[in-house]
């Protein structure tokens, strides 16, 4: 699946869309009833959303430990701005995923936050929620070929593919001394709009080196669909690894670096060329998972990226609260994120990249992170 991209433009300035006024099937627009005044008013008392209305979450799968505290944020945060979340993982795929959207319609959820497993298969179900008069916004993950998406909320996910792009280098360079290198390339599940952006940013920067002969994969695997990972599952790279450690790296070639696009993929990648007898390489990651950062911290990940899940969850609920008060999703980027019929609004975070030097600086206020214990 690829996402239409017009590469790192500047963001747009701070902009905000003006969403389609309360759904026709609730009435039309909610009278300020005075009783309910005390929800997420606007500074009028204007409500759109009332105190108490459901809505809806629908995460993908637990393919990352971002998404489990996605879980625990979203259920205390829309708990405590006065609404009734229903948050759930489409553990068995898509068709689960796309049974709990058309439930939370049912259940007359008024905002559908969709964390896709793979957005170009929820079309349906989002026209639906549309029909009803709820808003949809799409979390971390872009949702394709429907018209039916309000704003989507996630980190700058081109910039993640850049920062990883820089990151392998700049470990090489330090680690493996003058070039060239070798290298190998992982891309996260095709089913995932990410995916591509990630790998399309981390090739804006890698790919000039291939072609001057300062980077070589030597498996010759360079194009997306032959570093997709399905399903993001650490087994099936892990076994792409073993294959072509035993395929092209079995005599005296090193293995000098891979770009792995986020930890899980990049321990399994460890692992693999670990048990083919080879140096641990540069490798890149994504999603600064416990076990990572500690493997940062050691100096054997070289790096991962920091996306703050309190900071894309406090600014997904915070749009709920706009929409409560009959107000706009704020957007900073109207350019970059074309789902194939349109250009989603969009409010880009910035990601950071973390490697062993700033590792305790960049978690220190991370309770689960930090503090870093130093070296
Ligand atoms: C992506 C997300 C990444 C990583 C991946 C695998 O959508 O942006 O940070 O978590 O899923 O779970």
Not at 51 to 75: D, R, Y
Not at 306 to 330: F, H, M
């Amino acid at each position: 699946m690829r996402v239409n991209m017009r590469g790192a433009a500047a963001l747009a300035a701070f902009g905000v869309i003006a969403l389609a006024g309360c759904s026709s099937d609730r009435g039309g627009e909610t009278e300020a009833d005075p009783a309910s005044t005390s929800t997420a008013g606007a500074a009028g008392g204007e409500i759109c959303i009332e105190e108490g209305a459901a809505i809806g979450v629908a995460l993908p799968q637990k393919t990352s430990e971002n998404w489990v505290l996605a879980e625990q944020l979203f259920n205390e945060g829309l708990t405590e701005a006065g609404f009734e979340p229903i948050v759930q993982f489409g553990n068995s795929g898509v068709t689960e995923q796309q049974n709990q959207i058309a439930a939370m319609i049912e259940q007359d959820a008024q905002v559908i936050v969709v964390g896709a497993i793979d957005g170009s298969q929820l079309g349906t179900q989002l026209e639906r929620a549309k029909e009803t008069g709820a808003s949809v916004i799409a979390y971390d993950r872009l949702v394709l070929n429907t018209e039916a998406v309000d704003a989507y909320i996630a980190f700058d996910n081109f910039r993640v593919g850049v920062l990883q792009g820089e990151a392998l280098l700049q470990g090489l360079a330090e680690r493996k001394g003058e070039g060239p290198y070798n290298i190998e390339l992982i891309a996260g599940s095709s089913d995932d709009a990410n995916s591509t952006p990630f790998f399309e940013g981390a090739m804006s920067v890698l790919q000039p080196k291939i072609d001057d002969g300062t980077l070589t994969v030597v498996s010759g695997q360079t194009s997306f669909e032959q570093a997709a990972t399905a399903g993001w599952q650490a087994q099936n790279a892990q076994t792409r690894m073993d294959t072509i450690m035993s395929g092209s790296y079995s005599g005296d070639t090193e293995l000098h670096g891979i770009l792995s696009p986020n930890d899980t993929l990049a321990r399994a990648a460890l692992t693999s060329v670990d048990q083919a007898g080879k140096d641990t390489p540069v490798i890149t990651g994504q999603d600064s998972e416990v076990e990572s950062v500690k493997s940062i911290v050691d100096g054997e990940q070289y790096s991962t990226i920091y996306k703050d899940t309190r900071e894309l969850v406090a600014q997904t609920i915070a749009s709920v609260e706009e929409l409560a008060a009959c107000g706009e999703i704020p957007v900073n980027d109207t350019e970059q994120y074309d789902n194939g019929v349109k250009v989603v609004p969009a409010f880009l975070l910035d990601p950071k990249i973390v490697t062993q030097e700033n590792a305790a600086e960049v978690y220190a206020d991370d309770a689960t992170l930090g503090p870093l214990t130093e070296g």
